[in-house]
Nanobody
Framework: QVQLVESGGGLVQAGGSLRLSCAAS????????MGWYRQAPGKQRELVAI???????DYADFVEGRFTISRDNAKNTVYLQMNNLKPEDTALYYC?????????????WGQGTQVTVSS
């Protein structure tokens, strides 16, 4: 069984930084794209950033150069470095990955990690 486990969320003041991590485990044959999404209370889940297996990246417009997504394929782990955080970045952040096992193919979701930015 495949699991995605996020870590690194927390409470930070505006202008601060956090680094989120998401590790995939289980009987994984390969992982294609990995990404981060977020959902604030009363809002729909939205894409934050995505990274392909070769390392191509794409970001939501609201990121404005503040976040960097990266991955370590040897560790099946994706990271999100978030700098210059704003109160509007407060949300539950979810990891997503397109995972291929011997029996099936993703997508798989993590349980979410809370990011709270105070003003």
């Amino acid at each position: 069984q495949v699991q995605l486990v996020e870590s690194g969320g927390g409470l930070v003041q505006a202008g601060g930084s956090l680094r989120l991590s998401c590790a995939a485990s289980g009987r994984i044959f390969a992982i294609n794209a990995m990404g981060w999404y977020r959902q604030a209370p009363g809002k729909q889940r939205e894409l934050v950033a995505i990274i392909t297996s070769p390392g191509n990246t794409d970001y939501a417009d609201f990121v404005e150069g503040r976040f960097t997504i990266s991955r370590d394929n040897a560790k099946n782990t994706v990271y999100l470095q978030m700098n210059n955080l704003k109160p509007e970045d407060t949300a539950l952040y979810y990891c997503n990955a397109d995972i291929i096992t011997v029996a099936s193919r993703g997508p798989y979701w993590g349980q979410g990690t809370q990011v709270t930015v105070s003003s």
